[in-house]
C-alpha cells in the first residue's frame, strides 16, 4: 500500500495521559499536513512541514500539542496532559508541492478518545 | 486569510436528478481550489481540483467543479446523481502563496432512490 498510513488507528486514554500518533506520508512527498476533525465537521488545520521544517502551527493549537517530522519523512504528533475536548480524529495528509500545486492524500486517521 | 463556506449543511436529490453543491472561498492570491469526498467511517478522498486553465474541471466518479472568479464560486455538480454518492462533501482553498490547505464546513449529500 503505497498510500498515507496513520498509527494507531484507534487510541483511548485517560484524562492526563501523552499520546503520540504517527503519520507516514506517500514517499518523497514533500509536505505533510496534520489536522483535527470532529464528528459532522470538516477538517481542522493543526499544523504542516515542507520537508522537515515546521512552517505553521494553528493558533488554537495548545502548548500541550506538538508535531515533529525530525528526517523529513515521517511525522510525530504529541498531545500532552490529554484533555477530554481533545477527542477527535486526528487526520494525516501529505502532498508534493513542486511548480503550484497539487491534491493532499490523506490517511485514514487516528481515533482519540480521552475518558 | 483564507476561508472557505459552505452554506448548505445537507443537501437532497432524488436518483437520475442533477446535483449541485456549493462553495465560495476567499484568499489573497490565486486560489488553488479541491473537493473532496469522506464516507462514514473512511478519510477523505480526492475528486477533483482547479489550478488554472479551463474553469470546468472533470473529477472521479463523474463529478465536475465550475470555478467562477467573479464570485468566488467554486461549485460541486454531477448531471445525474447516484444513490452511491450520498457522502459527506468538503471544499478546500489554498493560495498561491503554497500555503496551508483550508476546508469548508462540510455538505451532507443525501441521494434517495
Known amino acids: 500500500d503505497t498510500g498515507v498510513s496513520q498509527n494507531p488507528r484507534h487510541k483511548i486514554t485517560k484524562r492526563g495521559q501523552n499520546v503520540t500518533f504517527r503519520c507516514d506520508p506517500i514517499s518523497e512527498h514533500n509536505r505533510l499536513y496534520w489536522y483535527r476533525q470532529t464528528l459532522g465537521q470538516g477538517p481542522e488545520f493543526l499544523t504542516y512541514f515542507q520537508n522537515e521544517a515546521q512552517l505553521e502551527k494553528s493558533r488554537l493549537l495548545s502548548d500541550r500539542f506538538s508535531a515533529e517530522r525530525p528526517k523529513g519523512s515521517f511525522s510525530t504528533l504529541e498531545i500532552q496532559r490529554t484533555e477530554q475536548g481533545d477527542s477527535a480524529m486526528y487526520l494525516c495528509?501529505?502532498?508534493?508541492?513542486?511548480?503550484?500545486?497539487?491534491?493532499?492524500?490523506f490517511g485514514q486517521g487516528t481515533r482519540l478518545t480521552v475518558v | 486569510a483564507q476561508s472557505v463556506a459552505q452554506p448548505e449543511d445537507q443537501v437532497n436529490v432524488a436518483e437520475g436528478n442533477p446535483l449541485t453543491v456549493k462553495c465560495t472561498y476567499s484568499v489573497s492570491g490565486n486560489p488553488y481550489l479541491f473537493w473532496y469526498v469522506q464516507y462514514p467511517n473512511r478519510g477523505l478522498q480526492f475528486l477533483l481540483k482547479?489550478?488554472?486553465?479551463?474553469?470546468l474541471v472533470k473529477g472521479s466518479y463523474g463529478f465536475e467543479a465550475e470555478f467562477n472568479k467573479s464570485q468566488t464560486s467554486f461549485h460541486l455538480k454531477k448531471p445525474s446523481a447516484l444513490v452511491s454518492d450520498s457522502a459527506l462533501y468538503f471544499c478546500?482553498?489554498?493560495?498561491?502563496?503554497?500555503?496551508?490547505?483550508?476546508f469548508g464546513s462540510g455538505t451532507r449529500l443525501s441521494i434517495r432512490p
Open positions: 495528509a501529505s502532498s508534493l508541492i513542486v511548480h503550484g500545486s497539487t491534491e493532499a492524500f
Open positions: 482547479y489550478i488554472t486553465g479551463d474553469n
Open positions: 478546500a482553498v489554498r493560495d498561491s502563496s503554497a500555503s496551508k490547505i483550508i
